[in-house]
T-cell receptor, first 110, second 114 residues
Framework: SQQGEEDPQALSIQEGENATMNCSYK?????LQWYRQNSGRGLVHLIL?????REKHSGRLRVTLDTSKKSSSLLITASRAADTASYFC??????????FGEGTQLTVNP | GEEVAQTPKHLVRGEGQKAKLYCAPI?????VFWYQQVLKNEFKFLIS????????ETGMPKERFSAKCLPNSPCSLEIQATKLEDSAVYFC????????????FGQGTRLTVV
């Protein structure tokens, strides 16, 4: 079964709005990472949050991690049409192996 | 190179034929990973290498899938006797290794088995 479950599966917003995506996982982790995938392309690393961190920022991205609830959220502020993509959370356990969630398809309408 | 290079971009094989996919990791990266993505979601881990040694192969369907990373050659993923359910995009990734290091992904090879 999938380690991570993401919700919503799909999200459609207007440019300028904020987008929030959630991810839940099942096992203990060393860190959690968020990746973006544009249609037909590979994954691009966005941000990593370690298990002893609760919140992290990078530009318009804000990630939170709640290890007691085994959940994380990714917030994209002031969204742009170029943010349209699928977003995946991934947990790293042993040997740098990543276990991915099922992804959230974000559409930002101009 | 500065990016993970995967070839070919697209591969079409008849059921039962062999498919071979290639990946050149970023120079200096010790770890190479193969993932399978079916239906635009669900990335499934297949195998990882530390340099030329298999590090974790727990995701590999052992009967028909094999992979190698030999010195001075691109890494390869080979599927013998392909089946319809092997149709997917296969991604290669590399990183420096160790916890918390960013993985760099290639653009993927789309395998279609007909």
């Amino acid at each position: 079964s999938q380690q991570g479950e993401e919700d919503p599966q799909a999200l459609s917003i207007q440019e300028g709005e904020n987008a929030t995506m959630n991810c839940s996982y099942k096992t203990s982790i060393n860190n959690l990472q968020w990746y973006r995938q544009n249609s037909g392309r590979g994954l691009v690393h966005l941000i990593l949050i370690r298990s002893n961190e609760r919140e992290k920022h990078s530009g318009r991205l804000r990630v939170t991690l709640d290890t007691s609830k085994k959940s994380s959220s990714l917030l994209i502020t002031a969204s742009r049409a170029a943010d349209t993509a699928s977003y995946f959370c991934a947990t790293e356990t042993s040997g740098s192996r990543l276990t991915f969630g099922e992804g959230t398809q974000l559409t930002v309408n101009p | 190179g500065e990016e993970v290079a995967q070839t070919p971009k697209h591969l079409v094989r008849g059921e039962g034929q062999k498919a071979k996919l290639y990946c050149a990791p970023i120079k200096g990266h010790s770890y190479v990973f193969w993932y399978q993505q079916v239906l635009k979601n669900e990335f499934k881990f297949l195998i990882s290498f530390q340099n030329e040694n298999v590090f974790d192969e727990t995701g590999m369907p052992k009967e028909r899938f094999s992979a190698k990373c030999l010195p001075n050659s691109p890494c390869s993923l080979e599927i013998q006797a392909t089946k319809l359910e092997d149709s997917a995009v296969y991604f290669c990734a590399s990183n420096l290794g160790g916890f918390g290091t960013e993985a760099f992904f290639g653009q993927g090879t789309r395998l279609t088995v007909v």
